[in-house]
C-alpha cells in the first residue's frame, strides 16, 4: 500500500515538454498557479483548462497517470467543495434541516473543485516531465541570486535531491519494518486513533534510527567522492536555455494577460 | 580527550618508494565517554601496499578493519603515527582532496552511498565534485559504467536495481574519478551469492587489467584466496601478513584469530587426517579438485 504514494515521481519521456529546461518548466508552473488564482468566470476558466489540456497532451502523460496524482487529495477536493456548497449566501434552492444550499455555493464550490483539480494537475505535470535532478538543478540556478544574501541555495537544493532518492528507500524499509511487527502480533488496522498512533511507534523508532545510520554512512561516501559543498562544482548535464525555452517562456508571460482579458469579457 | 602516551611520529621521508598505501605506526581511538579511558581501536600499525597489488585485509567483526580503511582516504585522521598516501600525508588539510581523489573507497551498503536517483548522475558526482568540464565527466562515466558492465542501465533508477548491479553502480562511481587505488570495506557482505560473483569479478578485472591498487576487506575467506597478500588483524594489531598459500596454511593461528580457513582448505585438511595424501596449500577449487584427483589416482582403489 505504500508503494502507491507518487511524491515527486517522474515518467521518463522524448516529448517537447520533457526536453524544456526545468527553469522554464519551473516559471510555467508558477505562472501557471498565479494564473489560475486570477481566474474568474468560465471563460478564464476554460482557457486555463485548455492551456493545462493543451500540456498534458504535449507531454504523453497518461490520463491514468494524471488520475493517480489527483485521488489522493478527493477528501480535500471535496472538503472545500462541500464548505462552499454550505457557507456561501446567496439565492437558497434547498433547505436541509439548518443548513441552507445556495446557487452562489454551487457555482463557487465547482470553481472551487475545478480550480484545485487544475493545480494538483499542474504541479504533477512539473514532476511527471521533469527528472528530480533536473528539478534540483533548476531551483538551485533560479535562486542562485540568493546566494549573495548568504543563503545556502546549494546545500538546500543538495538536501532536496537526496531527500527524493531517499524516499524509495525509506518506504521500503517502512514496509519491511511493518511486516516485521505485523508477524509478531503488531496491529496497525484497528482500535482508536491513540491507539493507532501506539502502534506506529515500533515502526517510527526503528525508521528513525536507521535514516541515521544511513545519514552517517552517506556523509562519510559523499566526502570519499571529494564532496566539499557546492564550490567549485561542475555539472555533467549542463543547462542550457534554447530558442524553445524562450517561446515557451513568451507563452508564459501572455497567459497571465490574456487572463485579465477573459476576466473582463466574463465581466467578473 | 587525548591519548595518555602519544607514539611520536617516526621521523624520516616519504615512506617505501613504490608504495601507494603507508600506515607508519598508526594509532586510533575513537572518542570515549566522560570519565572512561579511550581504548585503542588500531594499536601500532605499520603496513604498506605497492603500486598494482590486490591486498586482501581479514579479521574479526570489530578487529578494526573499517577503521583502518577510512584512514587511508583521510576520513579518519591518525591519532598516533601517520599514514602516507602516494607520499602525501593525510594530516595535512590542504592535500585531503588529492588524497582522496587517488584512494577510492567502496563501503557495504549500496543503498548508502548513491547519491543520486539517476544511475549515470550518481557516476557523475565524484567528478563533479572535482570540477571536470561536462564532456569529460561524460567520458568518464561511460568509461567506468563500461568497466562494470552497466552501460545499459545509465538511466535507471538506483533503487530498482538488485544488490549486486547496486554495488557495481557503487564502484562505477568511484572509478570515475580515476583512482589510483580503491578500499573495499566488505564489499560483498550484503549481497546474495550471484551479486556477489559479479562483484568479485570485477575487482579481480580492476586489479589485473587497469592495474588499480585493490585492498579488499572481508570475511569470506574464499574472496581472499585471489590476492597477491593477505593481512590478518585482530584487536587493532596486524597479527599475520604473508601470502595466501602462507596464511592458510596456518589454519590453527586463523583459528586463534577468530577465522576460517576457505572450503577447500579445510576439505583437504580433513582427507589428510582420513591419511590421504593431498597436498594442504590447494587453494583455488581447480587447484584443489587437481590434488585430489592425482591423490586418487597414486592410491589403488
Ligand atoms: N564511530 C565509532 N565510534 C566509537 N567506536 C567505534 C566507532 N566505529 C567503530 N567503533 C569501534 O571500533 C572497533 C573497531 O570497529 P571497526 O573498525 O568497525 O571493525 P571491523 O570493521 O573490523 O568490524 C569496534 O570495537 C567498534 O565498536
Ligand atoms: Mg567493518
Given at each position: 500500500m505504500l508503494r502507491d504514494v507518487t511524491i515527486g515521481q517522474y515518467f521518463p519521456g522524448g516529448t517537447p515538454i520533457h526536453r524544456l529546461d526545468p527553469r522554464t518548466k519551473l516559471v510555467w508552473t508558477v505562472i501557471f498557479i498565479t494564473a489560475l488564482f486570477m481566474a474568474r468566470g468560465a471563460l478564464s476558466?476554460?482557457?486555463?483548462?485548455?492551456?493545462?489540456?493543451?500540456?498534458?497532451?504535449?507531454?504523453?502523460?497518461?490520463?491514468?497517470?494524471?488520475?493517480?496524482?489527483?485521488?489522493?487529495?478527493?477528501?480535500?477536493?471535496?472538503?472545500?467543495?462541500?464548505?462552499?456548497?454550505?457557507?456561501?449566501r446567496?439565492?437558497?434552492?434547498?433547505?436541509?434541516?439548518?443548513?441552507?444550499?445556495?446557487?452562489?455555493?454551487?457555482?463557487?464550490?465547482?470553481y472551487m473543485a475545478s480550480r484545485l483539480v487544475m493545480l494538483i494537475?499542474?504541479?504533477?505535470?512539473?514532476?511527471?516531465?521533469?527528472?528530480?535532478?533536473?528539478?534540483?538543478?533548476?531551483?538551485?540556478?533560479?535562486?542562485?541570486?540568493?546566494?549573495?544574501?548568504?543563503?545556502?541555495?546549494?546545500?538546500l537544493a543538495m538536501m532536496m535531491s537526496i531527500a527524493l532518492r531517499f524516499i524509495p528507500t525509506l518506504i521500503e524499509e517502512t514496509d519491511k519494518?511493518?511486516?516485521?511487527q505485523k508477524a509478531r502480533g503488531a496491529d496497525f488496522e484497528t482500535g482508536g486513533l491513540i491507539k493507532r498512533a501506539k502502534a506506529l511507534l515500533p515502526i517510527l523508532i526503528p525508521l528513525f534510527i536507521s535514516a541515521f545510520r544511513r545519514a552517517d554512512e552517506l556523509a562519510v561516501a559523499m566526502e570519499?567522492?571529494?564532496?566539499?559543498?557546492?564550490?567549485?562544482?561542475?555539472?555533467?548535464?549542463?543547462?542550457?536555455?534554447?530558442?524553445?525555452?524562450?517561446?515557451?517562456?513568451?507563452?508564459?508571460?501572455a497567459l497571465p494577460a490574456l487572463i485579465v482579458v477573459t476576466n473582463m469579457l466574463s465581466g467578473a | 580527550m587525548e591519548m595518555p602516551d602519544i607514539i611520536e611520529p617516526v621521523s624520516g621521508g616519504g615512506g617505501?618508494?613504490?608504495?601507494?598505501?603507508?600506515?607508519?605506526?598508526?594509532?586510533?581511538?575513537?572518542?570515549?565517554?566522560?570519565?572512561?579511558?579511550?581504548?585503542?581501536?588500531?594499536?601500532?600499525?605499520?603496513?604498506?601496499?605497492?603500486?598494482?597489488?590486490?591486498?586482501?585485509?581479514?579479521?574479526?567483526?570489530?578487529?578494526?578493519?573499517?577503521?583502518?580503511?577510512?584512514?587511508?582516504?583521510?576520513?579518519?585522521?591518525?591519532?598516533?603515527g601517520r599514514v602516507l598516501v602516494e607520499g602525501m600525508d593525510t594530516s595535512d588539510e590542504r592535500l585531503t582532496l588529492d588524497i582522496r581523489r587517488a584512494v577510492g573507497m567502496v563501503f557495504q551498503n549500496p543503498d548508502n552511498q548513491i547519491v543520486a536517483s539517476v544511475v549515470e548522475e550518481d557516476v557523475a558526482f565524484a567528478p563533479e565534485n572535482l570540477g571536470c568540464?561536462?564532456?569529460?565527466?561524460r567520458?568518464?562515466?561511460?568509461?567506468?559504467?563500461?568497466?562494470?558492465?552497466?552501460?545499459?542501465?545509465?538511466?535507471?533508477?538506483?533503487?530498482?536495481?538488485?544488490?549486486?548491479?547496486?554495488?557495481?553502480?557503487?564502484?562505477?562511481?568511484?572509478?570515475?574519478?580515476?583512482?589510483?587505488?580503491?578500499?573495499?570495506?566488505?564489499?560483498?557482505?550484503?549481497?546474495?551469492?550471484?551479486?556477489?560473483?559479479?562483484?568479485?569479478?570485477?575487482?579481480?578485472?580492476?586489479?589485473?587489467?587497469?592495474?588499480?591498487?585493490?585492498?579488499?576487506?572481508?570475511?569470506?575467506?574464499?574472496?581472499?584466496?585471489?590476492?597477491?597478500?593477505?593481512?590478518?588483524?585482530?584487536?587493532?594489531?596486524i597479527v599475520m601478513d604473508g601470502t595466501p598459500r602462507e596464511i592458510f596454511s596456518r589454519p590453527d593461528a586463523l583459528a586463534a584469530y577468530g577465522l576460517d580457513t576457505p572450503e577447500t582448505v579445510s576439505l583437504l585438511r580433513g582427507l589428510r587426517e582420513d591419511g590421504f595424501d593431498v597436498p594442504l596449500d590447494a587453494l583455488t577449487v581447480d587447484e584443489c579438485a587437481d590434488a585430489i584427483l592425482s591423490a586418487l589416482a597414486v592410491r589403488p582403489a
Open positions: 476558466y476554460a482557457l486555463m483548462l485548455c492551456v493545462l489540456a493543451g500540456c498534458v497532451f504535449a507531454s504523453r502523460v497518461s490520463a491514468r497517470a494524471l488520475m493517480g496524482s489527483i485521488k489522493p487529495m478527493l477528501i480535500i477536493i471535496c472538503i472545500t467543495a462541500i464548505l462552499n456548497v454550505f457557507f456561501t446567496g439565492e437558497v434552492i434547498a433547505r436541509l434541516w439548518v443548513i441552507s444550499v445556495t446557487r452562489e455555493g454551487l457555482i463557487s464550490a465547482a494537475s499542474g504541479t504533477f505535470l512539473l514532476t511527471y516531465t521533469t527528472s528530480p535532478i533536473a528539478l534540483t538543478d533548476g531551483i538551485e540556478s533560479l535562486l542562485g541570486p540568493l546566494k549573495k544574501i548568504r543563503l545556502p541555495v546549494h546545500e519494518i511493518m511486516s516485521a570519499s567522492r571529494c564532496y566539499h559543498g557546492g564550490e567549485g562544482r561542475t555539472r555533467m548535464k549542463k543547462l542550457r536555455m534554447t530558442s524553445r525555452d524562450c517561446a515557451a517562456l513568451a507563452l508564459g508571460a | 617505501v618508494p613504490d608504495a601507494v598505501l603507508t600506515a607508519e605506526n598508526l594509532t586510533y581511538s575513537y572518542r570515549a565517554r566522560e570519565g572512561e579511558l579511550p581504548p585503542r581501536v588500531l594499536d601500532g600499525i605499520d603496513m604498506d601496499v605497492g603500486r598494482g597489488a590486490f591486498v586482501a585485509v581479514l579479521g574479526h567483526n570489530g578487529s578494526g578493519k573499517s577503521t583502518l580503511a577510512k584512514h587511508f582516504n583521510a576520513v579518519l585522521l591518525p591519532v598516533g568540464p561536462s564532456e569529460d565527466i567520458r568518464r562515466v561511460d568509461e567506468a559504467l563500461r568497466v562494470v558492465g552497466m552501460s545499459e542501465y545509465g538511466g535507471h533508477s538506483p533503487h530498482l536495481l538488485s544488490g549486486g548491479q547496486k554495488q557495481r553502480v557503487a564502484i562505477a562511481g568511484v572509478l570515475a574519478m580515476e583512482p589510483k587505488c580503491i578500499v573495499f570495506d566488505e564489499p560483498t557482505a550484503m549481497l546474495d551469492p550471484r551479486g556477489r560473483g559479479s562483484v568479485i569479478r570485477i575487482i579481480r578485472r580492476l586489479c589485473g587489467e587497469l592495474g588499480v591498487t585493490v585492498v579488499l576487506i572481508t570475511h569470506h575467506m574464499d574472496e581472499a584466496i585471489g590476492a597477491d597478500r593477505l593481512i590478518v588483524m585482530s584487536d587493532g594489531r
